[in-house]
């Protein structure tokens, strides 16, 4: 094997990088919007958001990420334009797939961590004489964060690696890099494996951070 | 000043409450005893609406709680509740867990409501714990927080549900110290109680529960040394 070329596409491999870490910043913060609503809404009293949450839920989890992308990509038909030397075009409908999904996983770890709050404190705080609302934003809330934080952070892990599918739509990011930096050397397999190792670099960098924040977030108890 | 009208609840096929009507006067001490299972908490859980009554009526000051058209959560300002778990709110501090409901329900400026606190907490000898976080605490210093807590709101009525079954054995007087210096001061109290020590010294009336209907009420000695329902004779040989 051979690993000359690293140097010379070097701008590839790095371009692919911040893309592949923008998109999933972007994800996992639509995620978390989208999430949160889809979570307050399986919670509430209501049948019908509870109904159309569930819904929502099930489907994205139910289907392929493959599909979900392809099929946003395809069913909206963005005139090309570039912007920062992006082309928007794909790249917008890219990270909305991406967001679609990732709020469906996202909306079942808010979920879970806001019912991992014990009853009493909802309790405690409506006999107090706040309403529902102020009780979820003063007491319930604050606590469920430090039961959602961790779980999400997998999940950031989890949208970085998945956020390779997008390559499909032609969106350059880190798989992408390799495809193209494949095609031009004739070389199938070295690129690869740098794209792999700056992969792993990325998610195993990320959970040892995440590792040491929840340690720090536990002895702040 | 509450008047509970005909209660009926139940959860599901299981009935709880079948048919509780009494008034609790301003300044009472009103201590609830019964067995396990005999409804007593849920009643007193009703009276606040943290349960919703099947049917029947909670006419707290004159208004109807039980009136969907009434704000409930404005009543509740008025009734501070005593959990048997505590219920502080473990992420914020001492002073925060008291402060929150004056400055955010009845817009006192923050440095009042501090103040205030600090008042209180002086009360029960806690003053240094203001900036602790609850799980620095001990179960009975929790629980006197918590009576501070909903004191903190000028409640008109105290609601206690159990306040000293979840304290290791040691804990329950300084508990029940701080509860009787309030009935002292004339507050007006619903108690549920497995203390019979408490319901004799303090309560100005005693109801016994029991299958979810109020068997016998009187004052303290009557209950205690002459009761004339079975069920109460047999309770209390078991607990005395």
Redesign the interface.
């Known amino acids: 094997m051979e690993f000359g070329f690293v140097k010379d596409y070097s701008q590839y491999f790095i371009n692919g990088t911040i893309s592949t870490v923008v998109i999933a910043v972007l994800t996992v913060l639509l995620g978390v919007i989208i999430g949160t609503l889809l979570a307050l809404m399986k919670i509430s009293k209501g049948r019908i958001p509870r109904i159309i949450a569930s819904a929502y839920i099930e489907f994205i989890r139910g289907t392929p990420l493959l599909v979900q992308i392809s099929l946003v990509y395809y069913s909206v038909s963005f005139p090309k334009f570039v912007f920062l030397g992006i082309e928007m075009n794909r790249f917008i409908p890219g990270v909305i797939a991406m967001a679609i999904n990732s709020g469906a996983y996202v909306a079942e770890i808010i979920r879970a961590g806001i019912q991992a709050v014990d009853k009493g404190q909802m309790e405690a705080s409506r006999s107090l004489g706040f309403n529902g609302l102020q009780s979820m934003r003063y007491i319930v809330l604050p606590q469920a964060v430090r039961n959602i934080l961790p779980a999400l952070g997998n999940e950031f892990v989890v949208v970085i690696k998945e956020s390779s599918v997008l390559s499909v739509i032609g969106i350059v990011e880190l798989m992408r890099s390799a495809d193209i930096i494949k095609a031009a050397i004739y070389k199938p397999f070295e690129p690869l494996i740098v794209v792999a190792v700056i992969y792993f670099v990325l998610t195993f960098t990320l959970t040892r951070v995440l590792g040491f924040a929840e340690r720090r977030m536990k002895t702040g108890d | 000043m509450i008047d509970v009208i005909d209660l009926y609840k139940s959860f599901g096929a299981l009935q709880v409450l079948r048919g509780i009507d009494i008034t609790v006067q301003k300044g009472e001490v009103v201590v609830i005893i019964g067995p396990s299972g005999s409804g007593k908490s849920t009643f007193l859980r009703c009276l606040?609406l943290?349960e919703g009554p099947s049917s029947g009526k909670i006419i707290f000051e004159g208004i109807d709680i039980t009136d969907k058209n009434n704000n409930i959560?404005?009543q509740?300002?008025k009734?501070?509740?005593v959990?048997q778990?505590f219920?502080?709110?473990?992420?914020l501090s001492v002073l925060a867990n008291i402060t929150?409901?004056p400055i955010?329900?009845k817009n006192i400026p923050k440095k009042k409501a501090e103040e205030d606190a600090r008042l209180l907490l002086k009360r029960i000898g806690l003053e240094d714990k203001a900036n602790n976080?609850p799980?620095q605490l001990s179960g009975g210093q929790k629980q006197r927080i918590?009576i501070v807590?909903?004191l903190a709101?000028s409640p008109d009525v105290m609601l206690f549900d159990e306040p000293t079954s979840a304290l290791d054995p040691e804990m329950v007087g300084e508990v029940l110290e701080v509860m009787k210096e309030l009935a002292a001061d004339g507050m007006t109290m619903v108690v549920v109680t497995h203390e019979m020590g408490f319901a004799k010294e303090v309560a100005s009336r005693v109801l016994f529960m029991d299958e979810g209907t109020i068997k016998e009420e009187g004052s303290p000695d009557e209950i205690f040394s002459h009761p004339k329902n079975d069920r109460t004779k047999e309770f209390l040989s078991k607990v005395l």
């Open positions: 606040n943290l959560n404005k509740r300002q009734m501070g509740m959990f778990n219920n502080l709110f473990p992420h929150l409901g955010k329900l976080y799980s918590a807590r909903a709101m």
